[in-house]
């Protein structure tokens, strides 16, 4: 299998500090992966580089079958070639409805001018349509976003990404906030799009990372401590000692 | 689905065209030269002046109330447009002059001679006789008009490129519009720049070939223009802020990072939207300034596009007819204000002249704005219209700060 996300040895430092040292990693195109770490262990870094928003003192990233490096574009040609976020907090634009808010997310040229001259058609609408149902915000989408509960915005910026469809998903904490129904429901979205496409989920909750029943990455100091089954890293004396020991 | 017509899905717009409409009749029949009268042809050109201000207020709002970037450098567009079409005014009007006056000689003048005759008339008053390079296309009104997009768009163009490129934002964005103003303002005070330094241009509300109309008429017809040209652009910004470019703009004046990985390029549309506003205000200049008569570079100084930013503010940015109000509003009370004609205030023991204290309290009515209404008059439509924030009382149902609240929440 060759792999969708490729990252080779990189490195990158902030003010002397060194947040990532020299990292590799890779995932294919359909894989459920979590990547666990303590505090400082450069899992948000890792994220801002492959999103385009740090660049790397070196090493290279490379995306897609052609291998194409993301180091020389910026964050939305980065998002435009099918790597899509989803941030810590929830992020979505509180100033307009639900509806506007999945609107600008569908699949669509992004040009100033395709966007001027874009017009609603029975198609995006009933996608949209589609998209509110499937994240039980169907009964919402005339209300402004800022209106909605904390949960509720969570699935709306998942709704969000699935409108995007794109073909790496990193996942920033999903589970934070959420209540326990709602975890589950999560788990099982992720689990069902990652069928499909590469998910990358960056969990601190370990009973979140049981359930995924993924393979996991543990990264420490910026570099990756350990790789395999959660069961396999758990017993792995190194990962007891930096991580769970604690 | 079927999508409602434009008008239907902006009822504002047709208000406002139908207001527009009707002030533009009602000026016209107390207009000296077409009705009753009452209205003096200066009355007259101060309202047409409004108009123009009101453009220029309605292509601030795109850039600041729907893209959020503060910039304090529109009126340098507004000048700019001024300029250009200052420029084929005042040549085309000296031009015809000096043919007049050379017509008696008993050898006909050359082109060359009639074009250095007109260069001394235009120059003269800063030692000059040459024509500078940029008058090139003066005697041209095709060109001239062209040049009054053309200029100030490219300049928004470069200009925002280069900033917009290397993520200047906020404040940092805003000092450097104020720059780009007082620079080209003191480039345009040097006498050598080419634009008659701080004498300016004028005489600009004669127009060439229409010797014969006369200022009531003439005046009249800047008011239609300048009505058409604000209705027009009007209607363009309703329906460029209306769909889903709007929706995105708005976007990136709330969370521009956020845009940046739905896959938006960020850059680019703020240059379009920094770029179609240089261009609208350059045509509400080349509008103003014919009926003011005289541009120099004090009209690009920094204040001017405070003002604007201040008109906008009071009015309501975010609201294309706030904008437009409170340009409206508070630029004709200032002139009313500061013309000496307002009564004085009696307080016991001090009279308030207004013509001193109004700036005070033009910057004290900002401050509150501010502070108490940030949607300015265009907020009292909107709570006429039924459109509230959220009113959160009452404890948070969910764990989370924003979860719904008690009385928000169905029963």
């Known amino acids: ?246 | 689905m079927t999508r409602q017509p434009f008008i239907l899905r902006n009822p504002s717009v047709l208000v406002v065209l139908a207001l527009l409409a009707a002030f533009t009749l009602a000026v016209t029949l107390m207009s000296t030269a077409y009705g009753s009268g009452a209205l003096p042809t200066s009355t007259v050109k101060v309202l047409g002046k409004t108009l123009c201000l009101a453009l220029a207020a309605v292509a601030m709002d795109l850039v600041w109330g729907y893209l959020g970037i503060l910039s304090l450098g529109q009126m340098a567009f507004f000048a700019l447009g001024g300029y250009m079409i200052g420029q084929w005014l005042m040549y085309a009007r000296t031009e015809a002059i000096v043919a007049a006056s050379l017509s008696g000689n008993p050898i006909p003048p050359t082109v060359q001679e009639l074009r250095e005759a007109v260069a001394n008339q235009i120059f003269g008053v800063v030692g000059s006789a040459d024509l500078p390079l940029v008058w090139t296309l003066a005697h041209s009104l095709t060109a001239q008009l062209v040049l009054v997009v053309a200029v100030p768009g490219l300049l928004a163009l470069v200009f925002g490129w280069l900033a917009f490129r290397s993520r200047v934002n906020g404040v940092y964005l805003s000092i450097l519009t104020q720059a780009m103003t007082l620079a080209l303002a003191l480039w345009l005070f040097q006498n050598d720049s080419g634009f008659r330094g701080n004498n300016g241009l004028s005489g600009l509300q004669n127009i060439p070939g229409l010797d014969g109309v006369g200022q009531a008429r003439l005046s009249v017809w800047f008011l239609w223009a300048s009505a058409a040209a604000l209705a027009l652009f009007y209607v363009l910004a309703a329906w460029v802020v209306g769909g889903k470019f709007g929706s995105v703009i708005r976007a990136i004046r709330d969370d521009e990072t956020r845009v940046r990985f739905l896959g938006y390029p960020v850059e680019g549309f703020k240059l379009a939207v920094f770029t179609l506003a240089a261009m609208i205000t350059a045509i509400a200049g080349a509008l103003y300034y014919p009926q003011a008569g005289i541009i120099n570079p004090a009209e690009l100084m920094p204040i001017a596009s405070i003002y604007l930013a201040v008109w906008v503010a009071i009015g309501g940015r975010g609201r294309l007819y706030g904008a437009m109000i409170g340009a409206i509003v508070v630029s004709l009370l200032s002139s009313w204000f500061t013309g000496g004609r307002a009564p004085d205030l009696n307080l016991p023991g001090y009279a308030v002249k207004w013509v001193d204290w109004w700036q005070v309290a033009l910057g004290l009515s900002f401050v509150l704005v501010t502070l108490f209404a940030p949607k300015g008059i265009a907020g009292i439509f909107d709570r006429l219209a039924g459109i509230l924030p959220p009113r959160r009382h009452g404890r948070d149902l969910g764990p989370d700060q924003g979860a719904l609240q008690e009385q928000e929440a169905k029963a």
């Open chain 1, 1 to 246: 299998m060759t792999a969708l996300l490729e990252v080779d040895g990189i490195s990158v430092s902030f003010d002397g500090f060194r947040a990532i040292n020299n990292l590799s990693f890779s995932i294919g195109a359909a894989e459920l992966r979590a990547v666990i770490g303590p505090n400082g262990a450069g899992k948000t870094t890792f994220m801002d580089i492959v999103t385009g928003k740090t660049r790397p003192d070196s090493g290279d990233v490379k995306f897609g079958e052609s291998s194409k490096s993301l180091l020389r574009m910026n964050e939305a040609q980065i998002a435009r070639a099918g790597i899509g976020r989803k941030f810590q907090r929830p992020t979505v634009f509180e100033d307009q409805s639900v509806a506007a808010n999945l609107t600008m997310a569908l699949k669509a040229s992004r040009g100033p001018f395709a966007v001027l001259f874009w017009k609603p058609s029975a198609a995006s609408a009933a996608r949209v349509a589609e998209l509110a149902a499937e994240v039980g915000l169907a009964e919402h989408t005339h209300r402004k976003a800022g209106e909605l509960s904390h949960g509720q915005k969570q699935w709306l910026e998942i709704g969000m990404l699935l409108a995007s469809a794109p073909r790496l998903l990193l996942v920033d904490e999903p589970a934070a906030g959420m209540t326990l129904a709602e975890r589950e429901q999560t788990t099982a979205l992720l689990v069902r799009l990652a069928q499909t496409r590469a998910v990358v989920v960056v969990e601190h909750d370990m009973d979140f990372v049981r359930r995924l029943d993924c393979k996991v990455t543990v990264l420490h100091q910026g570099s990756v401590l350990a790789e395999g089954s959660l069961d396999h890293v758990t017993r792995n004396p190194d990962v007891i000692e930096v991580y769970l020991g604690r």
